[in-house]
């Protein structure tokens, strides 16, 4: 059974740096891309950044620049490194990935869809 779990949350000022974890059990990413989406007092559903097996990575033009994706395939984890963070980056983040065995429909962001995500990690940005 998939399980994805995020960490790494907090509460910084602007300018500041987080950095999220998501671990990965239960599912071999090897095969799959992985994302991370966030939803923000402005916008219900916002992906913003994904990663797939050839290590090849994909961002929103909101966070292009500022965040960067990577995955640990031995340890089964993608993390997300925020830098230059702002105040609009305050939202719930996700990590993300398809999942056969989910009957949820399917949400698409450069090339990855997914219909399956953690219980989030809160990211409060204060200006």
């Known amino acids: 059974q998939l399980q994805l779990t995020e960490s790494g949350g907090g509460s910084v000022q602007s300018g500041g740096s987080l950095t999220l974890s998501c671990k990965i059990s239960?599912?071999?990413?090897?095969?799959?891309?992985m994302l991370w989406f966030r939803r923000t007092p402005g916008k219900e559903r916002e992906a913003v950044a994904t990663?797939?097996?050839?290590?090849?990575?994909a961002y929103a033009d909101s966070v292009k620049g500022r965040f960067t994706i990577s995955q640990d395939l031995d340890n089964y984890t993608v993390s997300l490194q925020m830098n230059s963070l702002k105040p609009e980056d305050t939202g719930m983040y996700y990590c993300?990935?398809?999942?056969?065995?989910?009957?949820?429909?399917?949400?698409?962001?450069?090339?990855?869809?997914?219909?399956?995500w953690g219980q989030g990690t809160q990211v409060t940005v204060s200006s």
């Open positions: 993300a990935a398809p999942n056969p065995h989910s009957s949820g429909g399917f949400y698409y962001f450069e090339g990855c869809g997914y219909n399956f």
């Open positions: 990663i797939d097996i050839r290590d090849d990575t």
């Open positions: 239960g599912y071999t990413i090897r095969r799959n891309c």
